[in-house]
């Protein structure tokens, strides 16, 4: 079965700082993986996805996430954050073929950026 | 183009009694499920449909029930509310395979008392 560990429950960190939040998969077979973040009292927006291609995927908002399979990992980073990026966001894989819209999350990691 | 649409924002009911809690799309998308989110546990999947007509349990069905007689529409009803469902509660819908980013609606926080 598939599951996600998002080992961080909170992250907080000083503007303009560098940020990871870390995100181990484990599954048997091929995945797709994915970042989201919700904003207080909003729905998620998903922020960034890796499907296949290049293991470097990037957001439109600076943030970028590596998929490395050996370590079954997908850590999403930001070099300067804002305080705009406080938020909680969430890693989720999926299957990819025919089981590709079942997602699986993890329990969310808490970024507080502070001035 | 409303995108997912989540009805009502704020409930709070007695134990023991029932509701449902309505959920819209309108992107035709095959796939749309409900997820509870708790602190600390991220969003877990209640139920799920690949279409009308079809539904599938997910890993906390329990205590709710779902139908899709329709592709646009996918309610949760809550047949018999219990504390433990004190919840905010998501719908999401996204096509059944390809690009399969699932959009969000804006959340129910129910409060069982």
């Known amino acids: 079965a598939q599951s996600v560990t998002q080992l961080d429950s909170q992250v907080p960190v000083f503007e303009e700082a560098p940020v990871e939040l870390r995100c181990n998969y484990s599954s048997s077979v091929s995945v797709y993986l994915f970042w989201y973040v919700q904003y207080p009292n909003q729905g998620l927006q998903l922020l960034l996805k890796?499907?296949?291609?290049?293991?470097l995927v990037e957001s439109i908002n600076g943030f970028e996430a590596e998929f490395n399979k050996s370590q079954t990992s997908f850590h999403l980073r930001k070099p300067s954050v804002h305080i705009s990026d406080t938020a909680e966001y969430f890693c989720?894989?999926?299957?990819?073929?025919?089981?590709?819209?079942?997602?699986?999350f993890g329990s969310g990691t808490r970024l507080l950026v502070r001035p | 183009n409303a995108g997912v649409t989540q009805t009502p924002k704020f409930q709070v009911l007695k134990t023991g009694q029932s509701m449902t809690l309505q959920c819209a799309q309108d992107m035709n998308h095959e796939y749309m499920s409900w997820y509870r989110q708790d602190p600390g546990m991220g969003l877990r999947l209640i139920h799920y449909s690949v279409g009308a007509g079809i539904t599938d349990q997910g890993e906390v069905p329990n205590g709710y029930n779902v139908s899709r007689s329709t592709t646009e529409d996918f309610p949760l009803r809550l047949l018999s509310a219990a504390p433990s469902q004190t919840s905010v509660y998501f719908c999401?819908?996204?096509?059944?395979?390809?690009?399969?980013?699932?959009?969000f609606g804006q959340g129910t926080r129910l409060t069982v008392v």
């Open positions: 999401a819908s996204s096509l059944r395979s390809g690009n399969t980013e699932a959009f």
């Open positions: 890796y499907l296949s291609g290049s293991t």
């Open positions: 989720a894989v999926s299957e990819g073929g025919d089981s590709s819209y079942k997602l699986i």
